[in-house]
């Protein structure tokens, strides 16, 4: 039940139903996925076409202003008057009439100046006195032409008053429309991405992939299958047709998906749930089409759909079903799925974090009948991963990757490349060569909780508030039999939050918790409230995160694990989404919720008058310590054990081996816990 026992208190939560949900908030960034980069396969085509049509409309236009320039120098435009004069002073040659206007060639004269080398033309508008104007003409002798149409000249304007914006138009458009399909053109709209994010080569195997050994384990046998697929059907055996992938954000389900493809050496098709889903009816299903349609052509291989969910959810009204693109979508993948032949080599694989959401139809034998379970990992797990992602990373010898494994239960892969890569930016920062401890500490931390807000300045008053409050929650579980160590307390606020936290270290990976050491912590972790009650008589905003752990805890306790003395052992609440944010419905009427929260209430009223009663049984070492924090604003489990020992008349407790590296670590290299929210809603 508890696969991530972080630190609790300030640290994080406990339980594996009601915990994880900040941890996993800002988690989802890390695994971007695929889809990614393929997109714009064509992109720098589809520029070059672009940038060829402005420069060509560029240069036409530039060519009609030259054009339009070079008759302007010889021909002039006159009035109708001056056209009348010229003509009876006998000046003029011919004269062209067009539709709109009269061209007019003038009669050669010898040359005075220079300018009158270049032969002049003039035109002007047309009067609505034509037939006078014949006459006139023919009796001054001037030789008269109707206009016969330049044909190539008509062909050029109507190319560029009409066939040209037209085209220009479905350019416009079709980009659009590439920009909102993200494929094909206008004419294209379903046309598959899918072929853009091919890869021959995934290049990543199961080495690469820590811990998740269970994983590995089931994905070895479809590795096999692709890899020889003779061997199995010859005996009649049929490669499963799809796996599903399921865990929570950042575990490493495309990873190993990517894994599958590279150890099998086949080509990896990936795309996203949410890909086909679009604007238009009918485009999704042409998708499943086409993507199918193309993995045939390229089997084996290897066809990977992330959030299946965002098209597998269930038809059913009750997870928000029935929209009618989304079911053909899912009419489609079913039909391809029943449709292709394994023998070919084609596997599906897809990732998913609710799998309950999803429909049935899409679990059933010959689908996605195989599930994958990608969970946290567990301490291995973790040291693993922290050791393929420092592979390449150049650590010096304080390094000790089982301390940091134990320091970030509940944090999933993605995290924990994530702190790697921190802990080397952090490295380079301090100019070192070489990570060290303390660099992958303060990276846990700033994972976890953020950034140290050293700017930002407190008031005395309050700075002795949150000081209290937790060391309230150290002492409390100091003073507890059932609780983990407090490595570390601090009231060096964070950017995500917290105004200060306490963090404990497990002495050893739980995957189980007791009744006691579920009450202890429920009294920990209302141990910060009792503090400020108890010394400044007044409470304030600070213990809101407290507050709603504590009120997890309790309410699990009743309706799941079966812990309270009023309801036994029934099960009144069932986790809905387990993989993602661990919501639980309640199964139950109305009047026992009623009486639940009841329960729940009377649970944390008892812890907190228990907290309060043990802080004020220990009074002077609060104080103390407060006072000791105040002054030194981060304090680590170890000072604070040897203040609390020497004010209890406690003797030193020998050194455990294990525990020897953790204790030795210098202040500035304590470890983190999961954010602290504490005073986290003084914050808004
Ligand atoms: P998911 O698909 O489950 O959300 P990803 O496969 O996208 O998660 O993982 C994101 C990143 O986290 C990976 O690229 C990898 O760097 C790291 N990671 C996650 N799990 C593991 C693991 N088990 N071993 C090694 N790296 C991991
Ligand atoms: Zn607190």
Known sequence: MSENNLNQYDGGPMNGSSGNNRNNNNRNNGSGGPGGPGGNGDGPKRQNL???????????????????????????????????????????????????????????????????????????????????????????????????PDNSGMLFSILLTYV?????????????????SGGGGPMGVGKSNAKVYVQKETGITFKDVAGEDEAKESLQEVVDFLHNPGKYSK????????ALLVGPPGTGKTLLAKAVAGEAGVPFFSLAGSDFIELYVGVGASRVRDLFKEATKNAPCIIFI????????????????????????????????????????????????????????????????????????????????????????????????????????GAVGSDLANMINEAAINAVKHGREYVCQKDLFEAVELVLVGKEKKDRIMSKEE????????????????????????????????????LGYVMHVPEEEKFLNTQAELHDMLVGLVGGRAAEELVFDTVTTGAA?????????????????????????????????????????????????????????????????????????????LDKIAAYLIEKETITGKEFMEIFRKE??????????????????????????EAALDNGAAEQ
């Open 648 to 673: 209890k008349g406690l003797p030193e407790p020998e050194e455990k081996e294990d525990n020897e590296g953790r204790e030795e670590i210098p202040k500035e290299q304590e470890d983190a816990a």
């Open 463 to 498: 700075r002795r508030i949150v000081s209290y409050h937790e060391v309230g929650h150290a002492l409390v579980s100091a003073l507890q039999k059932n609780s983990e160590p407090v490595q570390k307390i601090t009231i060096v606020p964070r950017t995500m939050g917290a």
């Open 50 to 148: 672009l940038m060829l049509l402005i420069a060509s409309l560029v240069t036409l236009l530039m060519m009609s202003w030259v054009m339009s320039k070079m008759t302007g120098a010889t021909d002039l435009e006159i009035s109708y008057n001056e056209f009348i004069e010229k003509l009876e002073a006998g000046e003029i040659e011919s004269v062209q009439i067009t539709d709109d206007r009269i061209n007019i060639y003038p009669k050669k004269t010898t040359p005075k100046t220079p300018q009158d080398m270049i032969p002049r033309t003039y035109y002007t508008g047309r009067a609505e006195d034509d037939s006078t104007l014949t006459r006139r003409l023919l009796e001054n002798d001037v030789e008269v032409a109707k206009e016969i």
């Open 306 to 409: 992330d959030e299946i969910d965002a098209i597998g959810r269930s038809r059913d009204s009750k997870y928000g079903g029935g929209n009618e693109e989304r079911e053909q979508t899912l009419n489609q993948l079913l039909s391809e799925m029943d449709g292709f032949d394994t023998s070919k080599g084609i596997l599906i694989l897809g990732a998913t974090n609710r799998p309950e959401i999803l429909d049935k139809a899409l679990l059933r034998p010959g689908r996605f009948d195989r599930r994958i379970i990608v969970d946290k990992p567990d301490l291995k797990g973790r040291v693993a991963i922290l050791k393929v992602h420092s592979k390449d990373v150049l650590m010096d010898d304080s390094v000790d990757l089982d301390a940091i494994a134990l320091a970030t239960s």
């Open 545 to 621: 995160n407290d507050i709603e752990k504590a009120t997890n805890i309790a309410r699990s306790m009743v309706t799941q694990y079966g812990m309270s003395r009023k309801f036994g052992l029934v099960g009144l609440e069932t986790v809905e989404s387990r993989y993602l944010d661990g919501r639980t419905v309640m199964n139950c009427s109305d009047v026992t919720a009623a009486e639940v929260d009841k329960e729940v209430m009377d649970i944390l009223k008892e812890a907190y008058e228990e907290a309060k009663k043990l802080l004020s049984e220990n009074r002077e070492i």
């Open 164 to 180: 040209l914006p037209l085209v220009l138009v479905w350019v416009l458009l079709s980009f659009l429309f590439r920009r909102m």
């Open 235 to 242: 005996i009649g055996a049929k490669l499963p047709k799809g």
